[in-house]
């Protein structure tokens, strides 16, 4: 692709070639179709327009040091799509249509990912939607599955630095039992007014109080929160929390690494104990935290030393982005060769 500059690459939407799609009818999953539209089309009364019927999913593909092509724990998120599709009653995306899904538009569209050493990639887009007509609140009986992918940049084109986060308590994404663990588009839309304010008063993102009792760390933004302190890496356990496949994959590598990992309720004030914090998902991997503004209070808990992530941040992300870039050993097996061109 000679008209694409990698190393000016945001992560916003850039055309390629192909999307791959795939219909649901009368109880059963069509054949993969190949497309070169942006566009869908659907009846006026589909129910991802009106009630909210629309899950996706977001992950990657890396070019790596040895030229071959690395996708990122896919059936992670083949898991957690078919966790949402069960959440707002869709169809259930197989394991196989999934895969196939991931490679044909990976395969299609290998021109777009980016060269080695750019730190750019290829973002998949995965997205499942109720297409079929209901005026009734009720299920579709028809779906689309569908993947477009974009090349995306390094999520940090200042270098890798710490951010300033605020705490939000007059807003709720997600309900204690709703679906906040899930992927669904309704949890992105109540989670808008918030983030975008926090935009306005100068933070990267919002990070969400507990929507019960407001006490403990929830999302942050559209990321997941994590402490460190004391040899130890600790992350929110809330039912109301997206399962990230980074923070899955940053508690494993902690384990590896000698830290002691913990997942349970974080007090809001126990943010003044940690030495780093973080928020990760796999646009960023790691969002380092400057400090944090809990916005009711004003009180500010100030968490990076002179504007640098702490050492314990930089080792995860480099080991993290080290085995998607297949520069270190791949000991968990997370990554799978696509073969392209
Ligand atoms: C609300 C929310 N939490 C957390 C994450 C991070 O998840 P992952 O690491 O699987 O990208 C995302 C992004 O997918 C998200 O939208």
Same mark, same amino acid.
């Given at each position: 692709m000679e008209n694409i500059d990698w190393s000016k690459l945001s992560f916003g939407y850039v055309k390629t070639n192909y999307n791959v799609r795939c219909y649901y009818?009368?109880?059963?999953?069509?054949?993969?179709?190949?497309?070169? !539209? $942006?566009?869908?089309? +659907?009846?006026?009364?589909?129910?991802? =327009?009106?009630?909210?019927?629309?899950?996706?999913?977001?992950?990657?593909?890396?070019?790596?040091?040895?030229?071959?092509?690395?996708?990122f724990r896919w059936i992670e998120n083949c898991h957690r799509l078919q966790s949402s !599709? $069960?959440?707002?009653? +869709?169809?259930?995306?197989?394991?196989? =249509?999934?895969?196939?899904?991931?490679?044909?538009?990976?395969?299609?569209?290998?021109e777009f990912i980016p060269?080695?050493?750019?730190?750019?990639?290829?973002?998949?887009?995965?997205?499942?939607?109720?297409?079929?007509?209901k005026v009734g609140v009720s299920p579709a009986d028809e779906y689309l599955f569908m993947i477009f992918v974009t090349p995306v940049g390094p999520y940090f084109k200042a270098g890798f630095k710490p951010v300033p986060m605020q705490i939000v308590r007059d807003f709720d994404r997600a309900?204690?039992?709703?679906t906040g663990h899930v992927k669904v588009g309704g949890n992105y839309a109540?989670?808008?007014?918030?983030?975008?304010?926090?935009?306005?008063?100068?933070?990267?993102?919002s990070i969400f109080a507990d929507a019960k009792t407001k006490q403990y760390i929830d999302e942050a933004g559209p990321a997941n929160f994590f402490g460190i302190k004391e040899n130890k890496y600790i992350t929110p356990d809330s039912g109301s929390i997206l399962p990230s496949i980074t923070?899955?994959?940053?508690?494993?590598?902690?384990?590896?690494?000698?830290?002691?990992?913990?997942?349970?309720?974080i007090p809001i004030e126990e943010i003044g104990t940690f030495e780093e914090a973080g928020a990760c998902g796999t646009a960023a991997v790691i969002s380092p935290v400057d400090y944090i503004q809990d916005r009711e209070s004003g009180k500010v808990y100030q968490i990076a030393?002179?504007?640098?992530?702490?050492?314990?941040?930089?080792?995860?992300?480099?080991?993290?982005?080290?085995?998607?870039?297949?520069?270190?050993?791949?000991?968990?097996?997370?990554?799978?060769?696509?073969?392209?061109?």
């Open positions: 009818r009368n109880g059963k999953w069509g054949k993969l179709e190949v497309s070169s !539209s $942006e566009d869908v089309t +659907m009846h006026m009364a589909a129910t991802c =327009l009106h009630y909210g019927q629309a899950a996706f999913e977001g992950l990657k593909c890396y070019r790596g040091k040895d030229g071959k092509v690395r996708i !599709s $069960e959440a707002i009653m +869709m169809a259930q995306v197989p394991d196989e =249509l999934f895969k196939e899904a991931c490679w044909k538009v990976v395969q299609l569209n290998s060269p080695y050493g750019t730190g750019g990639t290829l973002y998949l887009r995965p997205l499942l939607i109720g297409t079929g007509a309900a204690p039992m709703g109540a989670s808008l007014r918030a983030g975008e304010r926090a935009h306005h008063e100068g933070f990267a993102a923070n899955k994959s940053l508690r494993e590598l902690a384990a590896d690494m000698g830290l002691t990992v913990e997942r349970r309720h030393k002179n504007g640098e992530p702490g050492p314990w941040c930089v080792k995860l992300y480099n080991r993290l982005t080290g085995i998607q870039f297949g520069e270190v050993e791949d000991k968990f097996g997370w990554c799978d060769i696509i073969d392209v061109d």
